[in-house]
Structures are given as C-alpha cells and as structure tokens.
C-alpha cells in the first residue's frame, strides 16, 4: 500500500512538471527578411499611403546595402511626398555619389528644385540626366516645362518636339506642345496638338479643358461645352466663371 501511494505521488509530481514545462511559450526570433522584400513592404506602403511605412522600409534596405541607389531614389521620393525637401535632395545627391551617371538621380533631383522654385537649378538637373541619356522622354519634357516657365516658349517647342520624335504616341509631348504654341498665339497650331494628344489618349481631360477654352475664344460654344463636358466627366475641375459664361 505504501508503494502504491509513493508511485502514486512520483506520477503526480511528473504530471505536473510535464504540464508546467509544455505551459510555456517559446519566443522565436523574427525571420530577417531581404532587401528584396523590403523593398516589396516599401512600395505597397506607399500605394496604400502609408508614407511613414514605406520610409522605414527603404531605410532598412539601406542599412543591409547603404549604396541601393534605387533605394536612395525611392526614399527620396517618400520625403518629397512628405514635404521634406531636404531630405529629399540629399537622397538623391547620395544616389549620384554613388553612381555618378545614374539619370534617374539627376531627374528627379530636378523635379525637387522646380517644385521649390529654382527653375536655374532643375534646368541644370534635367539637362545632366539628357546627356547620359538622350532619349530621357520625360526628362526632355520636363525640360520643356522649365523654359515655358521661364518665358522661353521657343525653346520649350523644341524640346516638346523631341519629345513626340521620340515617341510619336507620347500624349504629353502633344499636349504641352499646345499649351506653348497657345502662349504665343499660334491658335491653330495648338488646336491640332490638344486633338492629337486625344486621339492618343482619349481620356486625357486637360486637353478637352484647353480645347473647350480655345473653341469658346472662337465662339464656336457648342464644341466648348462638348469639351467642357468630357473634361468635367474625367474630374477636371473647371472654373465656375467658365461654366456660367458658357451657359
């Protein structure tokens, strides 16, 4: 009997051990994850606008390999999207430390500096990202953009020009080459640029918008509104003074 009762209590005792021991919880160490999926966290961060998100994620990119120009570029994005100009910048001159012919750097680097104004030194940008890369279509345009800014619509037609020979379906090239041929009165020019950028790209609203504006000043009103109309159905916002003259 007294056997029985100490077998008993060595049962009990292990009983308890084993279920103590299987009670508790094993902490493992989160998996490490590659650049590449980082990079993957980064960019779906940022579709979903979580900018805070995408930003830790390249910055992790860049601890594992800190000369990711891509990353660097990437990053540099986020703090522009964020109004964080000088980081901005400085990304992307870290990019073209890095990789001194890297285009895309000096590319974007110019759309920092014409965001904040200086048309003098996005010029200069654009024009080294050109000359690594003559066929840089939008570095091209956007070239073209900073000489109609600065009054220069001659020089804007040109680069606008190279952009659609280029590529003789790039709709941007059209539109903004009626925008610069509409500055200097050149209305019929103009015309058959908005309407070729449409035959392109049908659902390009500003080109109805800028071609309602032009038949309005013809006083052709019935294609104004047609315009007006497709323009507003691709969520253009149009002047209300604009609107009520037409109607």
């Not at 990079?39 to 594992?64: M, P, T």
């Not at 750097?105 to 003098?120: F, S, V």
């Not at 840089?136 to 073209?144: P, R």
């Not at 504006?213 to 002047?239: C, M, T």
Request: glycine share 6%; aromatic share 10%; net charge positive.
């Amino acid at each position: 009997m007294k056997i029985r009762i100490i077998w008993l209590i060595i049962i009990t005792a292990l009983f308890l051990i084993i279920s103590c021991s299987g009670s508790k919880k094993i902490e493992k160490k989160d998996r490490v994850l590659s650049v590449e999926e980082h990079f993957n966290l980064a960019f779906a961060a940022a579709e979903r606008g979580n900018l805070s998100e995408a930003e830790r994620e390249y910055k992790e990119v860049l601890k594992v390999d800190p000369k990711n120009v891509k990353a660097h570029i990437n990053l540099g994005i986020i703090y522009g999207r964020q109004g964080k100009w000088k980081d901005e910048i400085s990304e992307y001159k870290k990019a073209i430390k890095i990789q001194p012919e890297f285009a895309q750097a000096y590319y974007h680097l110019g759309i920092a500096y014409a965001e904040r104004g200086d048309l003098d030194e996005a010029l200069k940008q654009y024009e080294k990202a050109i000359k690594i890369n003559p066929d840089y279509i939008e570095a091209i345009n956007n070239l073209g953009n900073i000489y109609l800014r600065k009054g220069r619509a001659e020089e804007a037609i040109s680069q606008y020009k190279k952009t659609i020979e280029i590529n003789p379906n790039y709709a941007k090239g059209y539109y903004n080459l009626g925008c610069a041929y509409k500055k200097i009165g050149l209305i019929e020019e103009a015309l058959i640029s908005f309407n070729r950028a449409l035959e392109i790209d049908p659902k390009y609203g500003e080109a109805h918008y800028q071609l309602a504006v032009i038949h309005f000043e013809k006083r052709e009103y019935k294609l104004a509104i047609e315009h007006v109309q497709s323009a507003e159905g691709l969520g253009i916002k149009v002047d209300p003074k604009f609107l009520e003259v037409l109607k």
